[in-house]
């Protein structure tokens, strides 16, 4: 017993001495400052994109936004779209780029447990985590964890388990900002119930555990893994008990938690961006992953007269009018994301704005939808400035190779949507890189062969 | 070929470890028989010069004791049992000389299993689906758990359309976050510090829809006003209104609706449905027709968490639309009576003879009453450690054992030490077994147990989570207790009295909604435009007959053929409907002969089935032929390449294809035909039934000129045989029905025994399929079969 309490109460010390971040809206608890934070932030479409008219043709800073993406040319000096990357291990395979597009994993098709490794957001919320009362933050179209190889998470722990996403914002508001009914010595006393009853289920684990040979344990450890994470979380509950949560003004939290329904999809894409951005704002977490739609359920938009799903979109077929939708409803989701970075913009953190801090990577695991190409995958990374990354040009990797796009000649660009031209051009590189500046240790992700020094050159 | 009838059983030589010495025979088997017979008709193409498939037969492992070793050789063993390999066109080798291998590799596969079984992870956790845990719950306590609701717990991932595979079914720290949750709010029902108080509540129309209500007291009409509900909006009046409902605590809650319903002469009857927008979930719903004048009063009942429910009441009957103005008012008066006259610019509601011409629910007030009493289980009293041991037991499935109830008792001691009352105290105590691995997993095994059989309390969770999809019932813990349940004559007893209670329910929908892939019924949801007859009603009427079916099936104890092919379905008047067969009234499922002329008759022309590879706008013939070639044939075909083109659009000048004829290349181009010759055809037999199961004998194309193109469901299989029509090719499956015999049975061993099947369980699958041969393929004596074979007590 006294050996928790001992520990309880160090963490309930270190509780008090983590300095808030300094945003206008807040006062830290400490004179010094802490180390500033870093920030980053996944975006998924599914489904690809209409790639003959989402290719930029030059490579280089002078580069033309083609017309899905021309709601980002205002954002040129802060995005840098790449063309080429692709995940080796998820070539030929079809809709569970989702599931791999941030952990880089084969996944075996031909049944047996469904094995899938550590997503890169999660690697940074292992590092964040000790800072925010959230260590990471999971939101989709969709809630739950989806399917094997139809996922509706991007994120993937330790042990390659989904974790379960959000699909309601006022859910999510709630979890972030709701206070619990009662006072603290209430909550302390719930959090304090809940740790026993886990002691107790591990202890029992435990034992088992150690009568068992290393090889026996697979579903054991992951009980004992998912268990004990909870207790630790539970523990960090605590220690932030002494930590007020920031009051969220009435107009934002009218906003954010207002109930909008999928049909109006503009409206309710921005209110999770807006969710994201006060989550990241209030520094309540700093890994957020968020797929606006997943590769089952990617929502129409009837603003836009389109009622087809963009899974029934991306498997046109050839139909000149559907291909048109689709490049309507990729330059409304491009529209989304542009205004996502300009709430980043909007936000100061001490004297720079919220995006400076905050890497955001925005893009697809699969390309050419409708035969489920993986290569040349659709990729922008935005923001990050105040970490070191450079942005304001155009880096593709099959330019040096095939010399110019023909994207007239339909069958050739979706040839080398299937076939990546260049095998070094590995989005766990990019990966690698966002890891990297977001200060994990760790020399490669996956099958990466090194960062993108073009990034922070 | 029957090579097994030559098959020799070799002698267990042990695990076989290449570092070691070969034992003494089967080296020389090797170099006599195996070496110089790959070397004559297999390397040339699996060797170093080529490797044809990807497969190489002369640097295959000796190894037969790893888990690779076993898939790669069954390989070769069942390519040169049927006599796929080598291929046609090569030089066929004798069969004593086949013979001979195929011994060889069986000897080998069998030493390898051994040496496997000993290998095998000694303890076991499979993981209770989020039915089955709710199942458990209302076993356990009494209390009904919703874990499909947002709120519960996250959906279980599927392995080839199976949810309970327990290698799939992980567990995350949130999954541990909601099971704490759910064990928190269920006990919390079940054993509330103050009973809730029953509430009722009613909705009149003028709750409803914003009528008036003084003007018709003044009126004295107020208690004869009715709400007019038309079809496709909801009691309020707008389409796509609800109206919130409170539950003021988690519990039972009874709904009831006294309405009348109109239904028009050979129309559709209106159809009330009652379904809660935030939880997406159907309370209820059913077809109601009663006279103006004698109303009826219609009942669900729901369990509800406590707080806000967004409740749609609504008539999805289809009818003009939802032009409201048209429809639902009455000028300036609220609707009383259908003998009232209406205005000219409104719907007719009645034709010159007073008879309903749409169907419509006249709604008089709505109830709602909760929650309902429930009686907790009671665990006795006394002692906190007795009632404790008593839960434990009976949520552990097996005798609680003094270290886990010594841990949960100090927790009990501890709660109390810090201010926590006796019950709340106890109440953490049951929330810590609930969150238990012992209470969500399956768990079978010790460290310290070689045996490779199941115990006895592990062979009755078995036998009941496969029947009922529940925890052993009293019986079967009393047999597992004194030692009997596994001597054959008790075994049976009780499997044939678990088949005959009404929980085998949960098997007899559950299976089949597994093993046919159901839930992709409605995955991709048919064109409105295409399909303008496709509703909800009609969807869940396509299931339900898929599910009747097997249910009868297995209740009859028919025989599998009846899957196949057969003179009878189960029907509903809205199915009926949809297959033009007359005569069927009613929204409840009976059985229907078939006439020869209905073109209907086993699963494979069930509109469930036929709708489901789909893809919203037409049917995919090679979606289906892999649903055939897995669901029916148990054989998955090789994954396409990554590449494959688009299929073009007819060119409008041309004159117009049929999705078949566009799919050329699948025979002409030798690598398509390799796989295709084997898929396209099983697809193909069907392509008289369009995306939504209807008969059809042109395919209506969009795109070319000319007239629609004829039908062609002809075929020929890779053996040769043809067939020119879904009759036909029925009549072939029926011919092979005893590979569909060992692939029902493989498919049903897998849900029984939550894993795939192996080399290792070939053989004992295999007898099983002999025994159903000799109980002439029934449903039911197979099912018995595999619940008293050696298989189901294999650890």
Not at chain 2, 221 to 244: F, T, Y
Not at chain 2, 597 to 624: K, W, Y
Request: glycine share 8%; hydrophobic share 35%; proline share 7%.
């Amino acid at each position: 017993m006294s050996k928790t309490l001992d520990r309880r109460t160090f963490l309930r010390g270190a509780g008090a001495t983590i300095a808030l971040p300094l945003l206008d809206c807040m006062r830290p608890l400490h004179a010094q400052a802490a180390v500033k934070p870093r920030r980053a932030v996944f975006v998924y479409i599914p489904n690809g994109v209409n790639v003959l008219t989402w290719q930029i043709l030059k490579a280089g800073p002078d580069y033309v936004f083609p017309e899905p993406m021309k709601a980002l040319e205002k954002h040129r000096a802060r995005i840098t779209p790449i063309s080429g990357l692709h995940h080796p291990n998820a070539i030929g395979q079809a809709h569970v780029c989702a599931d791999t597009w941030l952990t880089g994993a084969k996944i075996e098709q031909g049944g047996g447990s469904y094995k899938n490794t550590v997503s890169c957001d999660q690697m940074i919320a292992e590092t964040a985590s000790p800072h925010t009362r959230f260590s990471s933050l999971e939101l989709s179209i969709s809630s739950g964890v989806g399917q094997p190889n139809n996922s509706n998470t991007l994120s993937f722990s330790r042990d390659g388990i989904p974790l379960p996403a959000e699909d309601n914002p006022r859910t999510v508001f709630q979890r972030l900002f709701g206070e619990e009914p009662g006072g603290i010595e209430q909550r302390r006393r719930k959090l304090d119930r809940r740790h026993s009853v886990l002691d107790a289920v591990l202890g029992d684990a435990k034992t088992l555990k150690s009568t068992l040979g290393t090889s026996d344990r697979g579903k054991l450890d992951e009980y004992l893994y998912s268990v004990r994470e909870v207790e630790v979380r539970t523990e960090r509950l605590d220690a932030w008990l002494n930590v007020p949560k920031p009051k969220v003004d009435a107009a934002t939290t009218e906003r954010v938690t207002k109930n909008v329904p999928r049909q109006q999809a503009g409206e309710y894409y921005r209110t999770m961006y807006d969710l994201i951005v006060l989550a990241l704002r209030t520094d309540m977490t700093r890994v957020v992953s968020y797929m606006s739609g997943t590769e089952g359920n990617g929502l129409p938009l009837p603003e836009l007269g389109i009622s087809q799903s963009r899974h029934e979109l991306s498997h046109h077929s050839g139909d000149p009018e559907i291909m048109a939708r689709l490049s309507r409803t990729d330059a409304f989701l491009a529209q989304q994301f542009s205004y996502f970075l300009d709430q980043l913009l909007a936000v100061q953190d001490g004297e720079e704005p919220l995006l400076d801090r905050t890497i955001v990577l925005f893009g697809s695991g699969m390309s050419y939808g409708h035969s489920h190409g993986n290569a040349n995958l659709p990729t922008i990374l935005a923001g990050g400035t105040a970490l070191g990354f450079k942005h304001g040009k155009h880096i593709d990797y099959n330019l040096p190779i095939i010399k110019a796009y023909d994207v007239t000649k339909a069958g050739e660009h979706y040839n080398l949507c299937h076939k990546p031209v260049d095998g070094k051009a590995r989005l766990s590189n990019l990966l690698l890189t966002m890891l990297q500046k977001m200060d994990v240790k760790t020399e490669s992700f996956v099958d990466s062969l090194g960062p993108i020094s073009e990034l922070t050159a | 070929m029957h090579l097994r009838h030559l098959l020799c059983i070799g002698i267990l030589l042990g695990p076989w470890i290449e570092t070691t010495a070969a034992a003494p025979g089967d080296g020389e088997d090797f170099d006599k028989a195996v070496r110089p017979y790959f070397e004559a008709h297999c390397v040339r193409c699996h060797g170093p010069a080529k490797q044809k498939g990807e497969f190489r037969v002369d640097t295959l492992t000796r190894d037969f004791a790893g888990a690779s070793a076993a898939v790669r050789w069954g390989d070769v063993l069942e390519r040169l049992n049927t006599g796929e390999m080598p291929p046609k066109g090569e030089p066929k080798p004798k069969a004593e000389e086949s013979a001979r291998v195929v011994e060889w590799v069986t000897a080998r596969l069998k030493e390898g299993e051994a040496a496997r079984t000993a290998k095998r992870e000694r303890v076991t956790f499979h993981k209770l689906t989020r039915e089955e845990y709710a199942n458990t719950i209302h076993d356990l306590l009494g209390v009904r758990y919703d874990a499909a609701d947002p709120t519960g717990l996250p959906e279980d991932p599927n392995w080839h359309g199976f949810e309970r595979i327990g290698t799939v079914l992980s567990l995350s720290p949130a999954h541990v976050e909601k099971y704490f949750a759910a064990a928190e709010g269920i006990l919390a029902e079940a054993y509330p510090d103050k009973a809730p108080e029953k509430k009722v509540t009613r909705w009149t129309p003028f709750d409803c829809r914003g009528w008036n209500k003084k003007k018709m007291e003044e009126q004295g009409l107020a208690d004869k006003v009715r709400l007019d509900v038309w079809p496709g909006i909801p009691i309020g009046g707008h389409p796509g209104s609800v109206k919130e409902f409170t539950a003021h605590a988690t519990g039972e809650y009874r709904v009831r609706v006294k309405l009348s319903g109109l239904k028009p002469a050979d129309g559709r009857a209106p159809r009330l449905t009652v379904y809660a927008a935030d939880l997406d979930r159907s309370l209820g719903e059913q077809d109601v027709v009663a006279p103006e004048d004698k109303p009826t009063t219609v009942e669900f009942t729901a369990h509800l968490p406590a707080g806000k429910h967004m409740i749609r009441i609504s008539n999805e009957a289809p009818g003009p639309g939802n032009n409201l103005d048209r429809g639902g008012r009455h000028g300036s008066r609220p609707f009383i009576s259908i003998k009232d006259g209406r205005e000219p610019w409104q719907w007719k509601l009645t034709d010159d003879q007073g008879l309903p011409i749409w169907p419509v629910l006249l709604v008089d007030w709505v109830e709602w009453e909760g929650p309902l009493p429930t009686t907790p289980k009671d665990f006795g009293t006394g002692p906190a450690r007795e009632v404790l041991e008593r839960f434990l037991t009976r949520a552990f499935r097996r005798p609680a054992r003094p270290a886990e109830i010594d841990r949960v008792a100090a927790l009990v001691e501890s709660e109390q030490k810090k201010g926590e009352s006796p019950a709340a105290a106890l109440k953490t105590g049951l929330l810590a077994a609930l969150c238990s691995k012992d209470f969500f997993y399956l768990v079978e095994g010790a460290p310290d147990r070689t045996d490779p059989r199941i115990t006895e309390w592990e062979l009755a969770s078995r036998l009941a989570y496969f029947l009922w999809s529940s925890p052993p019932d009293a019986p079967l813990l009393d047999a597992a207790r004194d030692g009997s349940l596994r001597k054959p004559e008790v075994l049976r007893s009780h499997v044939q009295r678990m088949m005959r209670d009404p929980r085998v329910e949960r098997f007899a929908s559950g299976f089949p909604r597994q093993w046919l892939r159901l839930a992709k019924v409605g995955m991709f949801p048919p064109d409105k435009k295409l399909y303008p007859t496709w509703d909800d009603h009609l969807q869940k009427s396509a299931v339900q007959e898929t599910i009747a079916v097997f249910r009868e099936v297995l209740s009859k104890n028919l025989g599998l053929r009846e899957f196949l092919d057969s003179d009878w379905t189960m029907l509903n008047a809205r199915l009926a409907e949809h297959y033009g067969i007359p005569g069927v009234e009613g929204d409840d499922f009976r059985r229907v002969t078939l006439a020869p002329d209905a073109r209907r008759g086993g699963l494979l022309t069930h509109a469930s089935i036929l709708s489901l590879t789909s893809d919203g706008t037409r049917h995919r013939p090679v979606h289906r032929g892999v649903w055939v070639m897995e669901s029916i044939l148990g054989r998955s075909p090789p994954p396409p390449p990554a590449n494959v083109p688009p299929i073009e659009p007819t060119p409008a000048k041309s004159p117009k294809a049929t999705l078949r004829m566009k799919l050329d290349a699948h025979k002409s181009d030798p690598n398509c035909a390799a796989c295709h010759r084997k898929i396209d055809p099983l697809g193909f037999a069907f392509d008289a039934y369009d995306a939504i199961g209807r008969w059809r004998t042109v395919e209506t194309v969009r795109d070319g000129a000319g007239d629609n193109p004829k039908v062609d469901a002809s075929g020929e299989l890779p053996d040769g045989r043809t067939f020119v029509d879904a009759a036909e090719f029925k009549k072939l499956l029926i011919a092979d029905i005893e590979k569909f015999n060992a692939a029902f049975i493989e498919k049903l061993a897998t849900y029984a025994l939550r894993r795939g099947m192996s080399v290792d369980d070939r053989e004992a699958l295999a007898s099983l399929a002999r025994q159903g041969k000799s109980a002439e393929y029934r449903l039911g004596s197979i099912v018995e079969s595999l619940a008293t074979s050696e298989l189901f007590q294999k650890r």
